[in-house]
């Protein structure tokens, strides 16, 4: 019986790691309706920036990890302003094409520092034994994973429910014209969106860095690996976000643990999710929480 | 003739005389420059491979090793007034850019190719053919030499690494037959050796595969070590590349699975081919990487020796940082620039043309009395028409106390020879 709950943990581990970094996509579809393809070099530049301060300048990895928070916050937030500004307004495959290019130039600046051609580890600094208990266990590195990400998670949708502009972003979400006749200004929702997304990939890229290994071709595929994630919560929830990232967690340690090496099966942790998607779009074609949208002709 | 005026028609008969002697000093010398310089040579050596994107990890240190290589070669003049041309460019992994690459490389008069990938050496295998190009990969894959003349392999294959690595853990492991694990990459790259190593436990080699675990992006391997102990799983035999094995070994860290002595009953055994390891495993991994057993045929910076201090110094005088100069990745580059030169250096020693036949025929030549012996591995490079394999020998190595260090003498796994 440790053994399934050893799954589930660990289920919920990924999980949790894979919704942190599927809320980037939906924080930015949420309010703009665009698709960032270039979240996965985000999330790489996140790692990067924590360890940066940490090794090179010597601060504490805690306080890395906060700075590179803040760094990649008004990061994303001038890609926002340099590239996608002018294009509000434009067809949403122009922005997408935008994002496209945007990962290429991001790849060819992360190339230019050492981090796009060489590995590197964050030091050690939570203890090595992990947390044990009836035969199930969870390493400091992914508790401490998991906290953050549902602490960010929740200060999220805290913000998007309560505070001011967090129901700015919705409206506009909901609708430019609209938001902009009663005062809105949609040019700042949006750079405050791709602000907070690039928050969230800084705070998912600094995780997964500590658990992986700070590898760039790691890194910058989890922003290709969670898009299962962000289909199947419904592209603009957070809930969905939440709860499709856990259920991915889950499937692939069940995957892994009960159908991979039995049967001739192999790589079903691989698959599973992308087979469990398929279903669930079928009976659920906007994902589980997204909006499905009804147009009045 | 006044006295005065046949002493000016002497001096200016002198003065003509010695001119004439001047010019005519200035046109031997020049002839001979213009002698020399017609018969000084430049050979041409392309390189394609990923210096950004996937992989580069390995190929950017490699593409230095290469580069540092063949500066020091034209610099102190190994190859005499000849010189190489090097063309490096970079491939990004892309094997439709690699096929450029190398196509162009051939417009600008190639003599000999140095690739990367295996996908663009099985890609570009007939384009190869049909050039009469030898051609020395970054990549292993035993398939490369399948229907092949042209790919020499630097040192052994992936398959003849994981069957040699299988053989030392056969050989070292007590109590019963060792059941074993193959955690591979999920391509052409990783699923090579697994046929070559079931063969040679068809041959005779006592061990049990039990699974065959093709990995993906994996953040938590919790579920595949438990279900591999569960099936008595006592070692596990990675070929991919290092990030998933660094994930591999802390989660095997934190479950407390990793045994501390060589197959440790109820702990796992971690072992690798040849890129799975080095120092970048090490860098990722960290303390996880205590204990892990690697493959390859190249001599290390961190066991100190004539090639190595070699390695160290050129690293040195071309500005490589520590990163670069101790990564067996610029050995390896170093290496197959090394084979490279030592076929011009053989073709221009017997007075024959350097070019494409003629270097095939140089590397087909290196062999017995005439192996070549680089001192960046443990063993000599041999090649014949069967045999497109370089160096056979194999090295163990083992992570202590956060560097690879030599574990026994170099071997030749007896199963290879009967399998491969």
């Known amino acids: ?56 300048v010597g601060v504490p990895i805690i306080l890395s990890f906060f700075i590179s928070l803040v760094l990649t916050f008004f990061l994303a937030m001038s890609v926002e302003r340099i590239f996608l500004r002018r294009l509000i307004g434009e067809p949403i495959i122009s922005v997408i094409m935008v994002t496209i290019g945007l990962m290429s130039i991001l790849d060819g600046l992360i190339y230019l520092t050492p981090f796009g051609t060489e590995n590197f580890s964050f030091p050690e600094f939570l203890p090595k034994t992990p947390i044990s208990i009836g035969g199930v266990s969870i390493s400091w590195t992914q508790l401490v994973g998991v906290i953050i990400t549902f602490v960010l998670i929740g200060g999220f949708s805290w913000f998007f429910k309560k505070s001011t502009v967090g129901i700015s972003m919705r409206a506009v979400s909901d609708d430019q014209l609209a938001s902009m006749s009663i005062g809105i200004s949609v040019p700042r929702v949006f750079g405050l969106a791709w602000a907070t997304a690039g928050l969230s990939a800084a705070a998912a890229g600094s995780i997964i860095g500590n658990i992986t290994g700070l590898n760039f071709d790691t890194l910058h595929a989890f922003g290709i690996i969670v898009f299962p994630v962000v289909i199947l919560g419904g592209l603009d929830s957070i809930a969905g976000a939440i709860v499709a990232g856990i259920i991915m967690g889950l499937i692939q340690q069940f995957a892994a643990g009960y159908l991979d090496g039995n049967w001739g099966l192999n790589g079903t942790a691989d698959v599973m999710p992308y087979i469990i998607l398929l279903i669930i779009l079928l009976f659920k074609p906007h994902g589980l929480f997204g909006i499905h949208e009804i147009e009045r002709v | 003739m006044n006295a005065k005026r046949y002493f000016s028609m002497t001096t200016i008969f002198a003065a003509a005389l010695s001119l004439v002697f001047s010019c005519g000093q200035q046109q031997a010398q020049q002839k001979q420059i213009a002698q020399a310089q017609k018969e000084a040579r430049v050979y041409k050596i392309g390189l394609s491979l990923a210096i950004t994107g996937p992989t580069s990890d390995a190929g950017n240190p490699y593409s230095k090793g290469v580069e540092d290589y063949l500066r020091f070669v034209n610099e102190e003049k190994l190859l005499g007034d000849d010189k190489i041309e090097y063309m490096i460019r970079d491939d990004q992994y892309k094997t439709d850019v690699t096929k450029r690459n190398f196509e162009d490389f051939l417009t600008e008069g190639m ?26 990969p970054a990549s292993f894959h035993a398939g490369n030499l399948v229907d092949s003349n042209y790919i020499f392999l630097p040192i052994v294959s992936y398959s003849s690494q994981m069957i040699g690595l299988s053989d030392f853990l056969v050989s070292n492991h007590t109590g019963g037959t060792p059941k074993v694990a193959m955690f591979i990459h999920p391509s052409a790259f990783g699923r090579g050796p697994v046929e070559d190593t079931k063969n040679a436990v068809t041959a005779g080699l006592k061990m049990d595969i039990v699974e065959v675990v093709e990995h993906g992006k994996d953040l938590d391997n919790t579920a595949m ?3 591999l102990l569960s099936k008595k799983v006592r070692y596990v035999l990675c070929h991919t590349v290092q990030s998933p094995v660094a994930t591999l070994l802390k989660d095997a860290q934190r479950l407390g699975v990793i045994a501390q002595r060589f197959g440790e009953s109820g702990k796992l055994t971690f072992l690798g081919v040849h890129y799975t390891g080095g120092n970048d495993l090490i860098a990722l991994a960290g303390s996880a990487a205590e204990n892990f057993y690697w ?69 087909l030549g290196m062999n017995g009395y005439n192996a070549f012996y680089p001192l960046t591995t443990v063993g000599p490079v041999s090649y014949s028409a069967t045999d497109k394999e370089g160096v056979d020998t194999l090295q163990i190595y083992r992570v202590q106390q956060g560097v690879f260090k030599r574990v026994g003498a170099p071997f030749v796994s007896e199963f290879t020879k009967k399998v491969m």
């Open chain 1, 1 to 56: 019986m440790s053994y399934f709950f050893q799954l589930v943990v660990s289920g919920i581990v990924v999980g949790s790691i894979y919704a942190l970094s599927a809320l980037g996509f939906v924080l930015i579809y949420k309010s703009s309706r665009v698709l960032n393809i270039a979240h996965g070099q985000i999330i790489a530049a996140g790692a990067f920036i924590t360890y940066a301060f940490t090794v090179f």
């Open chain 2, 111 to 136: 003599v000999f190719y140095l690739n990367y990938s295996t996908g663009s050496t099985l890609g570009l295998k007939k384009d190869f053919e049909e050039e009469k190009m030898p051609v020395v």
């Open chain 2, 225 to 227: 070590l438990k279900r």
């Open chain 2, 295 to 363: 493959s390859t045929s190249y001599t290390l910076t961190s066991e100190a020796g004539s090639g190595t201090l070699a390695q160290l110094a050129l690293a040195k005088r071309y500005g490589r940082d520590d990163k670069a100069a101790n990564s067996h990745n610029y050995t390896n580059g170093v290496m197959v620039a090394q084979i490279a030169v030592e076929a011009i250096r053989r073709a221009k020693a017997r007075g024959v043309a350097v070019n494409r036949a003629n270097l095939y025929q140089e590397l």
